[in-house]
């Protein structure tokens, strides 16, 4: 069985802080995705990589795939209100199969 | 351009009777998914279609649940009888062709089964 984890599985935080959001598995996979879920609302994604060691900036957002292509980062820098939510990574294992992580909850306290 | 589009947004019913979630794909799609959420266990896949056809059906937790795509436009998610585990945020997600494509969710079902 292939798994996802996600930590931290809670994040309350002031803002301004910065945070990082990790992903880890045991398995390769051939991209890895991250979705942000907002309450009463799907997810949406946010970013997708695919090379190991790639690296992907969405202005305050900075993503890394892992070498071996088994985990990823999330890394926010002086996080706002706005970007509380849920966190999710997706493991693409093959051309449609799609795992998807606990998901980390985000709290920004203004 | 219109996303996913699911109905209904909420269905409250007693046990035993049978719920029917509808999805709507984007025109163009060809990989359809139905997820469920719940607190516990996260987002589960529960089935996926690939050109109408079911590809992979191992999510789906018994034989209460079925899930059809008559066409390439339509897709509904059965549970006949419904019991109050059942009860949760049911996502349908659609993707276009091609490897690594990003899935596009409706804003999904709230079931409770009472």
């Known amino acids: 069985t292939q798994l996802l984890e996600q930590s931290p599985q809670f994040l309350s935080i002031q803002e301004g802080e910065n945070l990082t959001v990790y992903c880890n598995s045991s398995?390769?996979?051939?991209?890895l995705q991250w979705y942000r879920q907002e309450p009463g609302e799907g997810p949406v994604l946010l970013v997708t990589?695919?090379?190991?060691?790639e690296v992907k900036k969405l202005k305050r957002l900075t993503f890394q795939f892992g070498d071996a292509r088994k985990d990823s980062s999330l890394h926010i820098t002086a996080a706002q209100p706005g970007d509380t939510g849920l966190y999710l990574c997706a493991g693409v294992l093959s051309y449609d199969k799609v795992i998807f992580g606990p998901g980390t909850s985000l709290s920004v306290i203004p | 351009d219109a996303g996913v589009i699911q109905s209904p947004r909420h269905e409250v019913t007693e046990m035993g009777q049978e719920v029917t979630l509808r999805c709507k794909p984007i025109?163009?799609?060809?990989?359809l998914f139905w997820y469920r959420q719940t607190m516990m266990r996260g987002l589960e896949l529960l089935i996926y279609f690939n050109n109408n056809v079911p590809i992979d059906d191992s999510g789906m937790p018994e034989d209460r649940f079925s899930a059809k795509m008559p066409n390439a436009s339509f897709s509904t998610l059965k549970i006949q009888p419904s019991e109050p585990r059942d009860s949760a945020v049911y996502f349908c997600a659609s993707s276009s062709p091609g490897g690594n494509q990003p899935q596009h969710f409706g804003d999904g079902t709230r079931l409770s089964i009472l």
């Open positions: 990589v695919v090379t190991g060691g």
């Open positions: 398995s390769v996979f051939s991209s």
């Open positions: 025109s163009g799609h060809n990989s």
